[in-house]
C-alpha cells in the first residue's frame, strides 16, 4: 500500500506525460507463450487457486471493488544453505482502494513445484489478525533457515487502523507462528510500506522498517514521515518496541518512503535506503525529492545521519499513448543490493534523468566506498522505452541481474492495450560496458490488471541470487478472464 497526502495526490494525478512512442528493439521480435521465457527457461506459477474466495469481509464503500483470484506484489526468499528451497509471498485478491483479503505464500522444497500457505495478516486467512485487509508482503530467510514474513494489516470500516505484522517459518514456509503486531495506529498516523530484511550473519536476528506519516492535526502544513524499526534478536518470537531511526522533523511536510536494508556479510554494516520528499505548504506538490541511505556498524542500534544516493527524478507513470490511463509501479521505491565479495553497494530506480524528464527509465547508481559517495546514474532499460520497477540482485560472482517491466512492443497509436514483458540485465562485475539483456516473460497486457490507483501489478516484484545465478518472481496479466487477471511466476535465470 502507497499513502500520499490528500492534495499532493490529486496534484499528481493531474500531471500528463507527453506522448512517447516506443521504439522496438530488433533483438525484442520474440513473443512466448504463457509460462515460457525467449531463452528457454521455464516460469513456473506459483499462484494457484484462492483461499479467500469466499471472504466477505472488508468491503469499504458500495464502490468498493475486490478483483477476485488475482495475484500481486510478489515477493522472495531463499533458503542461503539450500537454494531449492524458495518462499514467495503476494497479495491475494486485491481492492480497488487499498491492500487485498490476504497475503498469501507458497514454497518449494525443489524449486519447481510450489505448495499454498496462508499468512496470518487479515481476518479473510485461518488464524488470522484481526484486520480487514492486509497489503505489503515481504520475506526473508536467516542463515539458520528461519523464514521471516512481514506484512501490514489495515481498517476501513471498523476502525482506521494500520499495523505492521511479522510471523516466522521454521519448516520453509509451510505452517507460520509467533504473528506479532510491531507497531499499530489510528488515523491521523498512517503505516506504511514494511519491509524485512534477516541479518545474513547473525542467527536469529531480522529487521522490520517501515515510515510512519502523521497528519496531526489534519490538513495541509501538517505531515511528517519519519523512518521506523523493530527488530527481534530471537528468530521472531519477540520484536523490539518501534522506534524512530530517520528523522524528518527538521523540514517541514516530508516524509521518507520505502525503506529496504541490506546487510554486508563481510563486515555486518547494515544500510537502510529509503525516498525523501518534501511538499510545498500546501502538500499539492512535490518541492524535493532524493533517495538516501544511513547506515548502522552495530545491528540496529544506532544510525548515521542520512547520505544523498541519488535524486528521485520519477514521472507519473502512465500508458505512453493514453496518459489518461494511470499505471501503478515501483516510482519512490529503491531497490538496493550488495556485492558479498566486494562490498560495493548498488541502487536501481525509476527516475527521467535519460528521457529528459518525458518518462521513467530503469537507473541504477552504486557505491564503492560505503555509501559515502555515489557515482552518476547510469540507464540500464534501452533508451527510447518505458521502463518500470526495477529489482536487483548481486550474484556470488559479483554479477549484476536487474529485472524490469517495459513498454518496447507498444505500437504508436495504440491506446486499447499496452503490451509489457519482463527483462533481465545482467552486467558482470558490474562493468556497464559488457551489459547484456534478455526478455523473461511472455508479452502480456499491463491493462488487464485489476485497478488501484493504476492499472497495478504490484508496488515491486522480487528478485534473488541463488546460487546458481538469480530467480526473480514477477507478475503477469491474462487476457479475458476477469476472475483470474493475474498469475505470480518465477524462474531461475542465468547470469553469465
Request: charged share 20%; glycine share 8%.
Amino acid at each position: 500500500m502507497r499513502a500520499f497526502p490528500p492534495l499532493a495526490a490529486a496534484a499528481a494525478a493531474a500531471l500528463l506525460l507527453a506522448t512517447v512512442t516506443a521504439a522496438t528493439p530488433a533483438t525484442a521480435d520474440r513473443n512466448p507463450g504463457p509460462g515460457a521465457a525467449p531463452d528457454g527457461a521455464p516460469l513456473v506459477r506459483v499462484s494457484h487457486g484462492d483461499p479467500y474466495a469466499d471472504c466477505t469481509i472488508g468491503a469499504r464503500s458500495p464502490d468498493s471493488v475486490v478483483y477476485p483470484g488475482t495475484e500481486v506484489e510478489p515477493y522472495l526468499s531463499i533458503d542461503p544453505n539450500h537454494p531449492e528451497r524458495v518462499v514467495t509471498v503476494y497479495q491475494q485478491d486485491r481492492w480497488n482502494d487499498g491492500g487485498a483479503r490476504g497475503l498469501v505464500a507458497s514454497w518449494t522444497t525443489d524449486g519447481r513445484t510450489f505448495h499454498r500457505s496462508t499468512l496470518p495478516f487479515s481476518l479473510c486467512a485461518p488464524g488470522g489478525a484481526d484486520y480487514e485487509r492486509a497489503t505489503d508482503p515481504w520475506v526473508s530467510t536467516g542463515p539458520d533457515g528461519t523464514v521471516y514474513a512481514s506484512g501490514e494489516g489495515v481498517d476501513f470500516t471498523r476502525s482506521t487502523r494500520s499495523a505492521l505484522l511479522a510471523a516466522t517459518s521454521r519448516d520453509g514456509g509451510r505452517t507460520w507462528h509467533h504473528l506479532t503486531t510491531t507497531h499499530v495506529d489510528e488515523q491521523p498516523f498512517f503505516n506504511d510500506k514494511p519491509s524485512l530484511t534477516a541479518d545474513p550473519i547473525r542467527k536469529g536476528t531480522a529487521y522490520q522498517v517501515w515510515n510512519r506519516l502523521d497528519n496531526d492535526p489534519p490538513g495541509p502544513s501538517s505531515l511528517d514521515g519519519p523512518g521506523y524499526i523493530s527488530l527481534t534478536r530471537d528468530g521472531g518470537r519477540t520484536w523490539s518496541k518501534a522506534r524512530p531511526f530517520v528523522d524528518t522533523a527538521a523540514v517541514p511536510n516530508t516524509q521518507t518512503i520505502g525503506h529496504v536494508i541490506v546487510v554486508d556479510p563481510r563486515t555486518g554494516t547494515l544500510y537502510d535506503f529509503f525516498d525523501r520528499i518534501t511538499y510545498s505548504d500546501d502538500l499539492s506538490t512535490v518541492t524535493e525529492a532524493h533517495y538516501a541511505m544511513v547506515t548502522s556498524t552495530d545491528a540496529g542500534r544506532t544510525w548515521s545521519a542520512p547520505t544523498t544516493v541519488a535524486r528521485d527524478t520519477s514521472v507519473p507513470e502512465v500508458h505512453p499513448n493514453d496518459p489518461a490511463k494511470a499505471l501503478r509501479a515501483a516510482s519512490t521505491l529503491p531497490s538496493p543490493a550488495v556485492d558479498p565479495k566486494t562490498g560495493t553497494l548498488y541502487m536501481a530506480y525509476e527516475g527521467s534523468d535519460f528521457s529528459g524528464g518525458d518518462f521513467d527509465s530503469v537507473q541504477l547508481v552504486r557505491s564503492t566506498d560505503g555509501g559515502r559517495t555515489w557515482g552518476s546514474p547510469e540507464l540500464i532499460s534501452p533508451p527510447g522505452v518505458p521502463a518500470f520497477s526495477p529489482s536487483i540482485a548481486v550474484d556470488e560472482r559479483g554479477t549484476v541481474a536487474l529485472t524490469y517491466y517495459d513498454l518496447r512492443f507498444l505500437e504508436p497509436g495504440d491506446t486499447t492495450t499496452l503490451p509489457t514483458a519482463y527483462q533481465l540485465a545482467t552486467l558482470p562485475h558490474g562493468d556497464p560496458e559488457r551489459q547484456s539483456e534478455r526478455q523473461v516473460s511472455r508479452v502480456f497486457d499491463w491493462l488487464q490488471a485489476p485497478f488501484a490507483g493504476g492499472y497495478f501489478l504490484g508496488d515491486y516484484q522480487g528478485l534473488a541470487a541463488d546460487g546458481k545465478g538469480v530467480r526473480a518472481v514477477l507478475t503477469e496479466t491474462h487476457s479475458d478472464t476477469p476472475r483470474n487477471r493475474t498469475d505470480v511466476y518465477t524462474a531461475t535465470l542465468r547470469t553469465h
